[in-house]
């Protein structure tokens, strides 16, 4: 008996062993990502396909994601997705690797149209684009009168006096403010940056009862405003879905203004680069992309593709971005921004 224990001991610490060794050859992807940008569905479909565990850490903004990986957090991360100006950052700082071409097998599912507008990596040499989007403008339809401007100059129209908020992004207010006037929302120019500065201190800025880039979902679902500047996810997020067509009137105004251009980069120190290409690639086949654009209600721009496997309606149709520019980083001239905006506010 004795020596039937030992041999069924023996094996079961083989077996044992043998499993260890097996987890721990298993590989990690650490996928470090904004909050709630990563379907659960397609993360799971990924780690059954490659055999892989995927670990997925969020941030709240792209100074969160950068200062933690300049102050040692680099080496704990394989994918990162930051914001176009960050991508420019990281790329001069020598943050990120060149992402191997040839297994990116689904770069011609990328809209030419969102490469277009990649001058921060035009060849996607080290960023693969994730999600193209634009913050716009939503009016609430039962408190509006009903003849209202489309365009960004909305916010000088009275009947929104004390109802209407913007946002607490200097890119992006300032952005609207010099796209109406039909300059660059990256430009450097000082007299078009007065300009706009002046449109929003004198014109729209008296009709805003509140500056806020969280809240106004919530504000704007009860009723107190009957018009935001901001994005569309947040205000349907608010409003019950059964409310939507009698509330909640979202657009971009045509002449467009500031976007953004979350992309997908493998960090330099990534351990496994070959596995972070191929999520990356993973994403891009177009029934996987449509899952995330689903998740979210989100247009389909960057992968076209994915269209037809989507099985939900968009928030807003996917033209409306055609005229929008990307927040470029503006390197030192982005203090006068800041600088203007700290005097709005004072002014407020």
């Not at 979350?262 to 994403?283: G, P, Y």
Request: net charge negative; hydrophobic share 40%; aromatic share 14%.
């Amino acid at each position: 008996m004795k020596i039937v224990t030992k041999i069924v001991l023996t094996v079961g610490l083989v077996a044992a062993a043998l499993g260890l060794v097996s987890c721990e050859k298993k590989q990690v992807l650490k996928l470090y990502s904004w909050t709630y940008y990563t379907p659960t569905d397609v993360v799971e479909a990924f780690e059954k396909e490659f055999d892989c565990k995927v670990v997925v850490t969020e941030y709240d903004s792209n100074e969160t994601m950068f200062n933690k990986l300049v102050n040692g957090g680099a080496k704990s991360f394989d994918i990162v997705v930051p914001s176009q100006d960050y991508v420019s950052i990281m790329k001069e700082k020598g943050m990120l690797q060149p992402i191997v071409q040839e297994k990116f097998t689904n770069r011609s599912k990328i809209n030419p149209k969102v490469v277009e507008k990649m001058t921060f990596d035009p060849d996607m040499t080290y960023a693969v684009p994730y999600y193209f989007g634009a913050a716009g403008i939503s009016v609430n339809k039962k408190k509006a009168n009903g003849n209202y401007e489309r365009s960004w100059n909305i916010f000088a129209d009275p009947q929104f006096k004390g109802h209407a908020s913007m946002m607490d992004d200097y890119r992006e207010v300032i952005g609207d403010a010099l796209a109406y006037k039909g300059y660059s929302v990256c430009t450097k120019n000082d007299s078009e940056l007065a300009e706009a500065v002046s449109l929003l201190k004198n014109e729209w800025l008296p009709n805003v009862i509140k500056i806020d880039a969280e809240g106004f979902g919530k504000d704007f679902a009860r009723g107190d405003l009957w018009l935001c500047q901001g994005y569309a996810e947040v205000i349907y997020g608010e409003v019950a879905e059964e409310d939507w067509a009698d509330t909640v009137d979202f657009f971009i105004p045509e002449n467009g203004g500031p976007s953004y251009l979350d992309s997908m980069c493998i960090l330099k120190d990534s351990k496994n680069a070959e596995l972070a290409t191929e999520f990356i690639n993973f994403i891009h086949r177009p029934e996987n992309y449509a899952k995330f654009l689903d998740f979210f209600r989100f247009p389909c721009f960057v992968n076209l593709e994915a269209e037809q496997y989507m099985t939900t309606s968009p928030m807003y149709p996917a033209s409306a971005l055609d005229n929008c520019e990307l927040k470029n980083d503006l390197g030192d001239y982005l203090e006068k921004y800041y600088e203007q905006w700290e005097k709005l506010r004072i002014s407020e």
